[in-house]
């Protein structure tokens, strides 16, 4: 499931009492979206085209994620996705591989480039290097995470003998969101799996496109997850024909998100994962 955060406003029963439903109702992960500045969208040059404005909520992922690792037993913790070229590399890498020690190995990490050029201005980041950062970012945390010294020579990052430690007892997965040909590019040199969201023909389509990509980069066999984020379904019948159709075109995961379908309180966002997932047990099997 996607955490409704623009809808619990920071509330900490939020994330206590969705975390914790997710967790016991068997939910296999739950995806937190990550904006790290909110802006106001009028007369800007170039126009901000994004969803969220000054008036939407975020956790930071990482926070959220430290609390739930000791509140919850074994849903997975996903980022759908993190800006990480906006972010620190090596620090980002640093509170990824402790979120993953502290949930016992439960982190997830999605990653893209983002849309809000005003967030990127704000935290001294480069927006037009923003696909180019991240490629090299990718593959730098993987470094860090893996090995005891690390020296890196990079477009973006010199590092001279220097590691985080502790270090992840794994290498945390890293997908890739996105809705252009340089995410699927991406994903298909670097990702161990994608995050798709939106129309659901489109999602169809781009998923054939990264599989056909996969396929030229040599990954054909490679372990690759298609999770698509159903922000169109409402109902819970939605829900199931959306996740049907999905499976039916190859794709594998689903995240059912309970923003913007009228819910006005926790125990109504609480008791939507259970109808759904309920539907979900009758249909597809626990």
């Not at 054909?220 to 409402?234: G, L, S, W």
Request: with cysteine; aromatic share 10%.
């Amino acid at each position: 499931m996607v955490y409704p955060q623009n809808e619990t406003h920071g509330d900490p029963l939020g994330l206590h009492d969705i975390g914790i439903a997710a967790d016991t109702l068997g939910y296999d992960s739950i995806l937190f979206y990550d904006h790290v500045v909110g802006a106001e969208h009028a007369h800007r040059e170039p126009a901000l085209w994004g969803p969220y404005t000054e008036e939407h909520s975020f956790h930071d992922p990482f926070v959220a994620f430290g609390y739930l690792a000791g509140s919850t037993s074994r849903i997975e913790l996903a980022t759908g996705v993190l800006i990480l070229p906006q972010r620190q590399t090596v620090l980002a890498a640093q509170q990824a591989a402790d979120v993953d020690l502290m949930s016992g190995g439960r982190l997830r990490l999605g990653v893209g480039t983002g849309w809000n050029w005003v967030e990127y201005d704000a935290l001294n980041a480069d927006f037009s290097t923003r696909g180019a950062r991240l490629d090299e970012q990718i593959r730098l945390v993987r470094e860090l995470w893996s090995n005891p010294l690390v020296s890196f020579n990079g477009r973006f990052h010199e590092l001279d003998r220097c590691c985080i430690n502790p270090r992840p007892l794994r290498l945390i997965p890293i997908y890739i969101g996105g809705f252009s040909e340089p995410a699927y590019r991406r994903a298909a040199r670097l990702g161990d799996g994608f995050t798709f969201a939106g129309d659901l023909d489109a999602a169809i389509a781009a998923r054939a496109r990264v599989r056909e990509l996969l396929v030229e980069a040599g990954r054909a066999e490679t372990p690759f997850v298609y999770e698509y984020a159903m922000t169109r379904a409402r109902s819970a019948q939605e829900v199931l024909a959306t996740a049907q159709r999905w499976q039916d075109a190859g794709g594998g995961a689903v995240s059912v998100l309970t923003q913007k379908i009228g819910l006005d309180s926790v125990a109504a966002h609480v008791d939507y994962i259970a109808e759904v997932k309920t539907a979900f047990d009758s249909r597809f099997g626990a």
